[in-house]
Nanobody, 121 residues
Framework: QVQLVESGGGLVQAGGSLRLSCVASGGTFSGYTMAWFRQAPGQEREFVACMYLSGSSTRYGDSVKGRFTISRDNAKNTLYLQMNSLKPEDTAAYYC??????????????WGQGTQVTVSS
C-alpha cells in the first residue's frame, strides 16, 4: 500500500521560508507524477507543483511560480517543496499526492494527510 507522509509545516512570517517534505513508501513509483496541492478553509484544492519522477519534468501553479521549488531525493524516497517569499495567501493545508501518469488536476490516486502552513502578516 502506497503511503505518503508530509512534514515541515508551521507558522512563519510573511517573506520567510519553509521546506515541506513528503516521504513515500509502498511502491517504486515508476511512471508516476508526484505533486503538491494545497487547500485553504472554504476554498477548493489548488495545484501547487508537480514532478514526473521518470524524467524530472516539473510544473508550477501560477500563484507560486518563481517562489516555490519542487525537488526530490531518490535515495530517501522523499519529495520536497521549498517555499520562499511566503505570503499570507499561501496559508493552507499542503498535501503530497501521487498518480500513475501525468496530471495537474486533483484526481491523484494517493494522498498524504496534509501539513499546515500558516503565514502571518
Amino acid at each position: 500500500q502506497v503511503q505518503l507522509v508530509e512534514s515541515g509545516g508551521g507558522l512563519v512570517q510573511a517573506g520567510g521560508s519553509l521546506r515541506l517534505s513528503c516521504v513515500a513508501s509502498g511502491g517504486t513509483f515508476s511512471g508516476y507524477t508526484m505533486a503538491w496541492f494545497r487547500q485553504a478553509p472554504g476554498q477548493e484544492r489548488e495545484f501547487v507543483a508537480c514532478m514526473y519522477l521518470s524524467g524530472s519534468s516539473t510544473r508550477y501553479g501560477d500563484s507560486v511560480k518563481g517562489r516555490f521549488t519542487i525537488s526530490r531525493d531518490n535515495a530517501k524516497n522523499t519529495l520536497y517543496l521549498q517555499m520562499n517569499s511566503l505570503k499570507p495567501e499561501d496559508t493552507a493545508a499542503y498535501y503530497c499526492a501521487a498518480v500513475h501518469g501525468w496530471t495537474t488536476a486533483p484526481v491523484y490516486d494517493y494522498w498524504g494527510q496534509g501539513t499546515q502552513v500558516t503565514v502571518s502578516s
